[in-house]
């Protein structure tokens, strides 16, 4: 993909505006899980280094216009203890105020604007707000993988209106993911879950031609072996997906699809709830499935380990339980394992590579679910498409 880098961008003496994803779990007041934190650390340092003033940008959370719960001040005194440089947060997006605050800032420091979700323009990209941001700056980075997938000012907008290249990040990340749609090692084993089919089919279908198999489990198998003619009790089933999921399964490419051979089910969807182990084709009527079964994680971990490229995205049972959590551990310890290019996606599955300790043993760990599920759909981010004008200029 012809995408501009910041090793094209001259940056030494100038202001660079990095749209950042600092889009962090705040608990109590501080913040959870610094992940992103770190992950946009490269970015930052390198343009600091070549001599640039960095001022970040990012959403925090979804508030409904200017939210107490959600400023940035959290997020930005993590960032300085990780970083080791200064910070100056400043109480808002954009406007006259804030373009003053950045000329005083000191040139080894930090700015951190407001979080840009309190401004009404930033989801409408919105001209004005597009214009007020691209005056804080004279050059553009966008960084915020996470975002890439949103039509933003932040994201959009700013690009339009700055010289602009993308981040150490976002290299990195379309870069990955690029590998896996373009020329995987082979065998190629996509492994899905999550809630619903619905979120997943344009995956699916793209991917279903690409890969040598596909396994699912999760919220969204039940809707496929309903599918198929099997009993799921009172899982979750999404009845309106239940045509176009038929043809998908009778489709040249449905002899793919990997589901699970057995399902761990509940009386309740409840942490406590009674629960046991059966046939994935013959569940009881009146009871759910929250997690595959020993036997599926057996086989699917056995497919995963003979793979040369794994990409895996979504929980494979209600991850939050400790009941219900096995099926999840099971697939992310055969991944981190997989001897192969192994990619990542999606909150539930990063967290369960995080909690296992095995992160480290995984090639890439993306930091943007939606937006790298929307590229293996094959579709254009309209961030990417922003910045890749500039490679042609």
């Known amino acids: 993909m012809n995408l501009p880098t910041i090793d094209s961008l001259d940056v030494h003496g100038r202001t660079v505006l990095v749209r950042a994803d600092l889009n962090v779990p705040l608990v109590e007041g501080g913040v959870g899980d610094d992940f992103r934190i770190r992950a946009s650390l490269p970015t930052i ?36 203890d990780l970083g080791g440089f200064p910070v100056v947060k400043v109480d808002a997006v954009a406007g006259p105020e804030v373009e003053a605050a950045v000329a005083a800032a000191p040139d080894d420091a930090v700015v951190v604007l407001e979080n840009t ?68 090692e082979r065998p190629y084993v996509v492994v899905l879950g999550g809630a619903k089919v619905s979120d997943k089919l344009g995956v699916m279908k793209n991917l279903l031609p690409k890969v040598d198999q596909m396994l699912v489990g999760g919220g969204m198998c039940f809707t496929l072996l309903a599918a198929h003619g099997h009993e799921v009790g009172t899982s979750l089933v999404e009845e309106s997906m ?18 699970p051979d057995d399902i761990v089910v509940a009386d ?22 929250l997690d595959i079964g020993p036997e599926s994680v057996a086989r699917f971990g056995g497919v995963v380990a ?29 991944v981190a394992q997989a001897e192969g290019f192994t990619v990542i996606g999606g909150g539930d ?19 943007g679910g939606g937006a790298g599920l929307e590229m293996l759909e094959g579709k254009e981010l309209p961030g990417i498409a922003a910045l890749r004008r500039w490679a042609d200029a």
């Open 349 to 367: 599955s990063v967290a369960a590579i995080r909690l296992l300790g095995k992160e480290s043993d995984v090639k890439h760990v993306s930091s």
């Open 117 to 184: 979700r309190f401004e009404p323009g930033e989801k409408a990209n919105d001209p004005a707000l597009s214009d007020g941001l691209a005056a804080l700056a004279d050059r553009f980075v966008l960084d915020a993988f996470g975002s890439a997938h949103r039509a933003h000012a932040s994201t959009v907008g700013v690009a339009e209106r700055l010289p602009s290249a993308a981040g150490r990040l976002l290299e990195k990340e379309v870069a990955a993911l690029g590998a896996l749609l373009e020329d995987p």
């Open 45 to 80: 340092e390198e343009l600091r280094s070549r001599g640039a003033k960095v001022v970040l940008c990012s959403h925090l959370g979804r508030p409904k216009g200017v939210d107490p719960a959600f400023v940035m001040d959290p997020v930005a005194a993590r960032l300085g």
């Open 306 to 334: 003979s793979a040369h490229s794994v990409f895996w995205n979504g929980p494979m049972g209600v991850f939050e339980w400790d009941a219900f959590r096995a099926g999840t551990e099971g697939v992310a310890a055969a």
């Open 242 to 259: 239940l045509g176009e999921v038929r043809d998908l399964l009778r489709s040249e490419y449905g002899g793919k699809i990997l589901l």
């Open 268 to 289: 309740t969807f409840a942490a406590d709830s009674p629960h046991d182990t059966v046939p994935a084709s013959n569940m009881p009527e009146g009871r759910m499935g």
